[in-house]
């Protein structure tokens, strides 16, 4: 097996390599198939040594390629490591950027740019495969930008308009700041642990830092900086919705199913040095917590079917980070799972109808989309199910409910945190079902023309299956089983609890469904006077705008960086030199007038001279 | 001996090249691309032995030393070590990319051109082999006369305005140097009564009172002038911009390099004492200049202006590393000059081409470009992204290095030049948004890179790539020269944080 996990990331890159030196001349057949087919070799090959890893005996394994730097100790390595975590990570990673690849076969099939789109997804997904199979934390900060980068060049793969630019622009700059503080982060921990491997500074931490110490504190700190970032989490949420200006499948790969995970990966990978900071550990679930409220809300007041999605992601990002943050490591991996198929389900849903209604994005102008879409309505109101985490026969439900359940149960849970999440629960439930009963039901507003085929609708299919399937995977007790990656849940209840915890969370999806159905379906008049009324208005506005973050950020900062910027474009201390140009040139002019060719100013002058020499000579 | 020929090819080559205009327009560049491509295979040469060859240990790999002017103790006294050599080889890389700018960019008098650069690239080597203070100075001041006639014959349209502006700030930064030679030349003749200009010998001189320090301050401000720090930079956006693309290239890529060599060979181990004293507040000019040069490059609207202002805001890193002083750092510097000398060459190189397509270099007219040329797009982009500092790329490995050797000096520091990386994504970004991306300005067609500007950018690419993922022959060549450099000097750290702080302890902030 060994050598052949250098296959899994590799297959994408040469991928990339071929579409980016030739891809051009390549008949767009020839293009689809590298880049789709360079991400189904990887599949492949990650099941195939996914599935050796769990059946063998040899437990968790680092291969290593090369050694990257070797400069006064510090030795970081191009190497893999395979352990349980990272073994779920790249098996969804590739086969979700399989069939996601797949669908764009044919949904990009009219596009200006078809081997460049396939190029870009294909060094994406190589990127992603570093960062979860990375054994080395220097490493996976190359995967962790690559990933960044690849995310950039796809919001704006429509470059002609300056509106995706500006929208990929944000999209690498915000998460770039919090890249920073990660950067920071790898200096303090490279510098007091002495290592860069993953495995090592985690256990040199556990070892050389006691519980809460101020080290153990600034690492975890500067690390969840860039989890933020790249999880788009509160207070640095405000670039995931813009990012939907990429093409649908990127917003299905990218941000939905894997990058934006990252941070959820990062902080379940570097878990040993949470628990050393219990401080920040709270943060991250109070900052879940939030998240997952505020963007539940923003979800419920978008118009444009995608935003909808991306509030939602960032949500379900919260819960993610929720469960992070009361030690329940493995039930966010769990819930990274099944949110990467019902997500990337959604999206590629929407994709369908975006593609079929000629780029329309407002669910307002679709509307009876059921019959003319069968299958796609079938698929979505699956997704839309899952999310919902309708009961029993959804992955979601699942996954949503443990998270909920070990926030009120783990040591480090609390009762606002579980409260929280069963009300981001009600409004997951709300706007999903907002969602299908806008889009699919009601009065046809619009017609589909352009019908998906084999390609698009493989994927809908599979991911179907898989956001019901996938529930009945238990993933907690395989990570934390033999050859364990991650403890055990924190947190324990009794049937009888549990059985109640659970009814508790039935009921919350249900009513949310009742109260879509009520407010969408059956008298959407109330809607219209709801937000026709002054505070409704105003609450509206806010939540749609995403609670004002964007404001807050362009007024104090964006526009001032601008503007002090643009008023020094001519460089102040270029001032100081043309000063002392100016002077010179002064004292040129003064001196220069005295060179006038009149006798009688010299003979003057000669005489002062001479008085002035005497005067010294005598008085001194 | 073979040391001579690397500067006496070039010098030959520029006295052929200079008749050679009469024959015709494109024989003076033949000359340059022989006399540069014979100088690089030498020092090729020279680097393979290095790996091959027993590491003898000895200070210098290879070394030259003639009598000269006796009675003044002036003697030809040349020499390398790795820290020389990579720059060397460094030289001939981008001497031949500045060649290839010019075959259809300098039209007129190219005789005249490819004499004086070849005397500047003379020059340069000088300053990289030169191990007697008088020859430094002359090879020096060498350098200084041709790239001032590069700059004012062939320059664009405010060429006269910037060559004078570039040779009064070198020139006058020069004489500093010059009195700073000849003080330690007398300090180190009264001290030992052996009047001598050599290098070995006056490394050590020991200073009674503050005169360290100014004899420090001399050598400093022509080095920090050249690099350019913030404070002394203003020159380079004039000269940069103004500069024909061969003269750009050769600016960033090898002139500010020689400020960076000269603080690395001759400020710091001349003066350990008083560069000692001064390292707190060098590295926070450092600092400043890499916020500030990223800012201003975000500002601008000429592209090559733009480009010449991420040169400033990259060579603060330089300058931190440099005064940082422990090996992280130091190996950070080197693999940042040449990286940086490569990128930025490169991307000079771009935008030359660009402006004998477009004819403007305004950013405002630009825009789309993509849709054209996206050969030339790629590789822009690509360059772009050296110079945010992506990983996998060499900028990222001398960057990450500098920053990972200075936070174990001062943390503060590391996090406020940290903040660089942001500043040069948004400047990066935002070159590539406002040049490549966007609607396409006009209908005009024109023309995508041509077989040799492929040729060049792959060979620059390529490089990069290779530093990116594999450093280690220059990290190792580099380590050669850089243990003997810090042999004798203890830029003593702040108390707590050197390579050996504890794992428990807080560092200083």
């Known amino acids: 097996m060994g050598a052949w996990i250098w296959l899994i990331p590799a297959a994408p890159l040469a991928g990339f390599l071929i579409l980016a030196l030739a891809g051009s001349r390549l008949p767009k057949q020839a293009a689809g198939l590298v880049g789709a087919g360079s991400v189904g070799i990887a599949a492949i ?19 290593r390629a090369w050694q990257w730097l070797n400069v006064a100790g510090f030795t970081p390595g191009i190497s893999l490591y395979l352990d349980g975590l990272s073994t779920v990570m790249m098996l969804v990673v590739t086969w979700v950027g399989f069939l996601i690849h797949l669908y764009s076969t044919e949904f990009m099939l009219e596009e200006e740019g078809y081997s460049r789109f396939f190029a870009y997804m294909n060094l994406f997904v190589s990127s992603m495969l570093i960062l979860v199979l990375s054994s080395d934390l220097l490493f996976l900060y190359l995967g ?86 790249k999880s788009a989490q509160l207070p640095l949420q405000t670039w995931l919705p813009d990012a939907m200006a990429g093409p649908t499948p990127v917003s299905a790969l990218i941000h939905a199913a894997t990058m934006v995970t990252a941070g959820v990966y990062l902080i379940a990978r570097t878990h040993v040095l949470f628990s050393l900071a219990p401080v920040v550990q709270y943060a991250v679930a109070a900052l879940g917590a939030l998240t997952l409220l505020l963007s539940g809300f923003s979800a419920i007041t978008q118009w444009d079917i995608k935003r909808v999605l991306a509030y939602s992601t960032i949500s379900q990002i919260g819960y993610m980070f929720l469960a992070l943050g009361v030690g329940a490591w493995s039930a966010a991996i769990f ?54 985490a309708l009961p029993l026969v959804t992955a979601g439900f699942y996954s949503k409910d443990l998270i909920l359940v070990q926030a009120l149960t783990s040591a480090q849970g609390a009762l606002w945190l579980y409260l929280v999440g069963l009300v981001g629960a009600l409004l997951t439930s709300i706007y999903s079902f907002r969602m299908v009963f806008i889009t699919f039901f009601g009065e046809a507003k619009a017609q589909i023309n352009k019908k998906p085929g084999l390609a698009m609708h493989i994927p809908l299919v599979v991911l179907a299956a898989l956001s019901v399937g996938g529930g009945y995977i238990d993933l907690p007790a395989m990570l934390s089983g033999a050859h364990a990656t991650l403890p055990p849940l924190p947190g324990h209840v009794g049937m009888a609890t549990d059985f109640f915890l659970k009814a508790v969370a039935s009921a919350v999806s249900f009513g949310g469904v009742y109260v879509a159905y009520f407010f969408f379906l059956r008298r959407p008049a109330l809607v219209r006077s709801l937000v026709g009324a002054t505070w409704g208005d105003l609450l509206h506005r806010y939540w749609f705008s995403g609670w004002g973050f964007d404001w807050v950020y362009n007024t104090f900062l964006v526009r001032p960086f601008a503007a002090v910027a643009r008023l020094n474009r001519k460089d102040v201390i270029d001032l100081v030199y043309r000063a002392i140009a100016w002077l010179n040139r002064l004292a040129y002019g003064v001196l220069s007038s005295t060179q006038s060719g009149k006798m009688r100013w010299y003979a003057m002058g000669i005489a002062l001279g001479a008085i002035m020499t005497i005067g010294i000579a005598v008085f001194t | 001996m073979i040391l001579t020929w690397l500067i006496v090819i070039l010098l030959i080559g520029g006295l052929l090249a200079l008749p050679a205009g009469r024959l015709g327009r494109k024989w003076p560049a033949v000359i340059s691309l022989a006399a540069i491509s014979a100088d690089l295979a030498l020092v090729l040469f020279l680097w393979a032995g290095h790996f091959i060859g027993p590491t003898s240990g000895s200070r210098w790999l290879i070394q030259y030393q003639a009598k000269w002017i006796p009675q003044l103790g002036i003697g030809f006294h040349l020499g390398v070590d790795g820290l020389s050599l990579i720059l060397i080889i460094l030289t001939g890389f981008l001497g031949l990319m500045a060649v290839a700018s010019t075959w259809t960019e300098i039209k007129e008098r190219t005789g005249f051109f490819h004499f004086n650069l070849l005397w500047c690239l003379a020059g340069v080597v000088g300053v990289f082999t030169a191990l007697d203070l008088f020859l430094f100075y002359l090879f020096w001041e060498l350098m200084l006369v041709p790239m001032y006639f590069i700059i004012s014959i062939w320059g664009h349209e405010n060429r006269y305005y910037a060559s004078v502006k570039f040779f009064l700030f070198t020139q006058m930064s020069g004489l500093l140097m010059l009195a700073a030679i000849l003080g330690l030349y007398f300090v180190h003749g009264q001290n030992t009564g052996h009047y001598t200009f050599d290098y070995t010998a006056l490394l050590g001189t020991h200073f009674a009172g503050a005169m360290g320090r100014w004899l420090f301050a001399g050598f400093l401000a022509a080095f920090l002038v050249k690099l350019p720090s913030f404070f002394f930079h203003t ?77 400033v805001s990259h060579m603060g890193f330089v300058l931190l590393g440099v005064f940082a002083w422990n090996e992280l750092a130091l190996q950070g510097v080197v693999v940042q000059i040449v990286c940086h000398g490569v990128s930025t060459g490169a991307l000079f190189f771009l935008v030359g081409a660009l402006q004998e397509r477009l004819h403007t270099r305004d950013l405002d007219r630009m825009g789309g470009l993509w849709t054209g040329i996206p050969r030339f797009g790629g ?33 503060i520091m590391t996090a406020f030049a940290a903040l660089g990386f942001v500043v040069a994504t948004i400047y990066a970004l935002w070159m590539v948004q406002r040049a490549l991306f966007g609607q396409k300005r006009s209908d005009e067609k024109i023309i995508d890179l041509s077989l040799r500007e492929i040729a060049a950018s792959a060979a620059m690419v390529a490089v990069i790539v290779w530093l990116g993922f594999y450093p280690w022959p220059l990290l190792h060549t580099a380590r050669q020269g850089l243990t003997h450099i810090r042999e004798n000097v203890q830029m003593s750290q702040p108390a707590g944080s050197p390579a050996t702080l504890p794992p428990n302890e807080v560092p200083k902030l």
């Open chain 2, 235 to 311: 020159w380079l956006p004039d000269a940069h911009t103004e500069a024909p693309t061969a003269g750009s290239i050769i600016l960033a890529g090898l002139l500010l390099k020689t400020g960076a060599y000269g603080l690395l060979r001759f400020a710091v181990p001349l003066f350990p004492a008083a560069a000692h004293t001064f390292s707190t507040g060098l590295m926070a000019v450092g600092v400043l200049g890499i916020l500030y040069g990223a800012v201003l490059a975000f500002a601008q609207t000429d592209l090559k202006r733009l480009v010449a202002y991420t040169s």
């Open chain 1, 335 to 388: 819930h990274f799972m099944t949110h990467a198929f019902f997500k990337a389900l959604l999206f590629l849903g929407a994709g369908v109808i975006i593609h079929g209604l000629n780029h329309e994005h407002n669910m307002f102008k679709m509307g009876g989309l059921r019959k003319q879409i069968p299958l796609t309505f079938w698929t979505f109101l699956i997704g839309a199910s899952s999310l919902a």
């Open chain 1, 45 to 63: 090959t990650a099941t195939w040594v996914g599935f050796s890893y769990a059946a063998g005996s040899q437990g968790p394994t680092t291969y």
């Open chain 2, 379 to 411: 590789t822009m982009l690509f360059f772009g992204l050296a110079s945010l500092g992506l990983p996998g790329l060499g900028n990222f490995i001398g960057e990450f290095l500098v920053l990972y050797g200075t936070y174990r000096v001062s943390v």
């Open chain 1, 144 to 229: 962790w930008e690559g990933v960044g980068l690849c995310s950039y060049l796809l919001i704006g793969f429509w470059y002609s308009d300056p509106a995706n630019g500006r929208a990929a622009r944000k999209a690498f700059i915000v998460t770039r700041v919090g890249d920073t503080a990660m950067a920071i982060g790898l200096f303090l921990l490279f510098t007091h642990l002495g290592t860069t491997d993953i495995q090592g500074l985690m256990t040199r931490a556990a070892a050389q830092w006691p519980t809460g110490s101020t080290l153990a504190v600034a690492a975890a700190a500067l690390l969840l900086g860039g989890a933020l970032g």
